[in-house]
């Protein structure tokens, strides 16, 4: 006979594996489907799983930042090109056309090998 999961487990195994589903899954000994069907049914397991996303995020976030401190350039050069984006730090420009006016655009394209002309 199956045991019905408790929340009180599912939230506990969630919250060990750092919102990853399927590893919770494999501690409660259960499929991932079932603990994905379980979430869906509560409101506050859903919480719990965004809670703990959020949670590894800023962790992520302070591991980033603690190898841009440390002079890391693969680092630095990811934080420039997310979060510096707004501050020029891009590789490409993205044009938005709400289509409510007609837009004419010329581009010129510098190949790097014209540049230094």
């Not at 919102?19 to 409660?28: F, K, P, Q, Y």
């Not at 379980?38 to 996303?53: A, D, M, N, P, Y």
């Not at 401190?69 to 050069?77: D, L, Y």
């Amino acid at each position: 006979m199956k045991r019905r999961l408790k929340q009180k487990d599912i939230e506990k195994a969630l919250r060990i594996a750092s919102g990853n589903v399927t590893e919770a899954a494999d501690r409660l000994g259960v499929p991932r489907s079932t603990l994905y069907r379980r979430i869906k049914q509560s409101k506050r397991l859903q919480e719990v799983l965004e809670e703990c996303r959020e949670v590894l995020i800023d962790e992520a976030e302070a591991a980033l930042t603690r190898r841009v401190r440390q002079g890391n350039m693969s680092a630095i050069t990811f934080v420039l090109k997310t979060l510096g984006r707004t501050r020029g730090y891009v590789e490409r420009q993205e044009i938005e056309h709400t289509g409510l006016h007609e837009l004419n655009v010329h581009v010129h394209i510098v190949r790097p090998e014209d540049a230094a002309d």
